[in-house]
């Protein structure tokens, strides 16, 4: 149910039933292109994207110059075509691009990079994005990111039925009682890459239940 959960969310599926509302403004998938053009340069991909989000740019607590100063650790200036990025500078580069803006609510669907030693300065300044009283929603399964950016857990079934909401510790323990051992799956399993072209209607599979943070 987790590109399922993220396609709604952002607004590239519809749901089977019921309506989902954001009291604010929301971010792209965290990590993902923004809708850029690959042959933009950096410099060209940030004026592209601010002329778009300015509100969201005027009030974050991330400037321009920690931007800058953040990509040059990774050898990124702004006259490098996104194009021309390895593919750690990608990740690095989209992540932060995502980071820059201040929104209402981040959309996480993935945190296996988020969460390497190399997105260390990331992490740090999503922490302080955060501060300013903004939200997160994500579907990772990695414990370490959950205990550090979320206080609420939920956990759904395989047809989208809430089996458990409440505090984040008490939500890991349902799962792993009541959902990872009949499903066979743990926490600290490799994530899947979030693709927006994929099939996001759901499969059948071997697992009984999915589990949704």
Known sequence: MKDQLMG??????????GDFEAFGSLSWPLGGEGGLDSKLTIGNGLEFLSSIYSDCLEVSLVSIDDFFEVLQTRSIDSNTRVKD????QKDFFYMMLSIL?????????RS????????KPLRNLLHKQLSDSKSLVSVTVNNRFRREFCNRGMVLGSLGEILFHGDLEEAIAYEQKN??????SGSGSEENQFDMASNLTNSDSSSDQSDVF
Do not use: C
Not at 8 to 17: K, M, N
Not at 85 to 88: A, D, E, N, Y
Not at 101 to 109: E, H, Q, R, V
């Open 8 to 17: 709604a969310l952002s607004g590239f599926v519809q749901p089977v039933a």
């Open 85 to 88: 990025l390895v593919k750690g």
């Open 101 to 109: 803006f201040s929104f209402d609510i981040y959309i996480i669907p």
């Open 112 to 119: 296996k990079f988020l969460m390497t030693k190399e997105a």
């Open 179 to 184: 959902v990872m051992i009949r499903s066979g």
